[in-house]
């Protein structure tokens, strides 16, 4: 199904579904695989090396760890402001890319980097934490859902029939 923000969506059971965030308010979700999981928590890893070289080198080296405390931020935190400018120019002000972007933009600016990043790399880490959640649950909606029977068998005064579970009626037996 194509909404107004020219995705193309669909729901697969075998996909992780990422509620939509790209301003079009359709109230769909995107398809995100495994792959591009594995590509979120090295982005994560990347982002936290960079953050503990930020901090290891704020006393010595300053100008080095600020380099490492801004690419970090860019890393983890550049999709959620690319996110927050888009959701701006369609009127969606304040979600939460919005309000992290203000939050972390704020710290730069009065000089605390490493809260910045350290902000925007525990939003990341749970960004992540919700979406396997939001995928096991998923899965075992997906696993109950199978279980249900596919055809029933209703019994009469003269013997019994296989019928499609949607055509029991209430009553039967």
Do not use: W
Not at 65 to 93: D, E, M, P, R, V
Not at 109 to 134: H, P, R, S
Not at 139 to 157: F, K
């Amino acid at each position: 199904e194509v909404c107004g923000c020219g995705h193309d969506h669909h729901h697969d059971h075998h996909h992780e579904n990422i509620e939509c965030s790209c301003g079009c308010g359709c109230g769909h979700h995107h398809e995100r695989g495994h792959h591009d999981r594995k590509k979120e928590i090295a982005k994560i890893v990347v982002g936290a090396v960079l953050f503990m070289m930020g901090i290891l080198l704020e006393e010595a080296f300053s100008i080095v760890s600020a380099i490492a405390f801004i690419s970090s931020y860019l890393l983890l935190g550049g999709k959620i402001l690319k996110t927050a400018i888009k959701n701006i120019s369609k009127g969606q002000i304040f979600d939460e890319n919005f309000l992290m972007s203000i939050a972390t933009i704020a710290a730069f600016v009065i000089g605390d980097f490493a809260e910045a990043v350290g902000v925007m790399l525990f939003f990341c880490v749970g960004e992540l934490f919700e979406d396997i959640a939001v995928e096991k649950s998923r899965s075992q909606i997906m696993e109950a859902i199978d279980m249900r029977p596919e055809t029933v068998q209703v019994v009469h005064d003269h013997g019994h029939h296989t019928v499609p579970a949607k055509e029991a009626k209430i009553g039967d037996i």
